[in-house]
Structure formats: structure tokens, C-alpha cells
């Protein structure tokens, strides 16, 4: 049985070896770099009066949307509504369209996710 003393100095010296050993090698460090450069939170915000009790919903074909269902945004304040795709890559190029309460559609054509903040006011 060690004493805490000699754990401590066995765990000094592991952790050193360990230190000069354990440096990954160049495909991990691009393996690492990539993942973390090209994933960021993208940010979808409409400003929208949809009318006290309702909700606001997203649907799309990308960041894990469907055209199927939509996803509840969250509300903010005042006509503000949020959705977050916290591991969106890097090039964002995908459509989606905001519904009221899931059912009604805006007006328009469907809007384009292209950068990191989407900013949109909807007509319905």
C-alpha cells in the first residue's frame, strides 16, 4: 500500500510521462480542429405580432427540421421568437418557412439560413 506521499510523487511523474506521450498526432489535431471550427450556434429570430396565446414554429429541410412538423420557437419578448441550431456547420445554406401555432404558414416564399444570425419579420 502506498502512503499519500508516494502517490502523490507516482502520480507526479505518470502525469509527466503521461504529459510528453499522450501530444495526439497531426490527423488528430486536424480531426479536432476541424470539428470545433466548423460547428457554431446559428440563430434564427423573427419578429412577428401573431396575437396573445399563440405560438411561433419552425420548419425547414435543414439543422435537424423537417417540412413535416415543426418545431416550437422560443419566445424572447415583446413580437420576438427564437430558435437555435446549436451544432449547425459552418456553411449554412438550407430554407425554412415559420408557422403560426404550427398550422399557418407565412406569406412568401420560404427564407434562406445563410450565416450565424437569421433575422426575420414574417407576414401572415
Do not use: H
Amino acid at each position: 500500500m502506498y502512503t499519500s506521499k508516494t502517490d502523490n510523487r507516482k502520480f507526479a511523474t505518470e502525469k509527466g510521462t503521461n504529459m510528453s506521450k499522450s501530444k495526439p498526432n497531426t490527423a488528430e489535431k486536424s480531426i479536432i480542429g476541424i470539428s470545433k471550427q466548423n460547428s457554431k450556434a446559428l440563430l434564427v429570430t423573427a419578429e412577428a405580432n401573431i396575437g396573445f396565446g399563440n405560438r411561433l414554429y419552425i420548419r425547414g429541410d435543414g439543422c435537424g427540421l423537417s417540412w413535416d412538423k415543426g418545431i416550437a420557437m422560443k419566445y424572447i419578448n415583446d413580437d420576438r421568437w427564437q430558435w437555435e441550431c446549436k451544432n449547425a456547420p459552418s456553411k449554412i445554406n438550407f430554407e425554412f418557412k415559420v408557422l403560426i401555432n404550427d398550422e399557418i404558414w407565412s406569406m412568401g416564399e420560404n427564407y434562406t439560413a445563410s450565416n450565424k444570425n437569421n433575422k426575420i419579420c414574417p407576414t401572415f
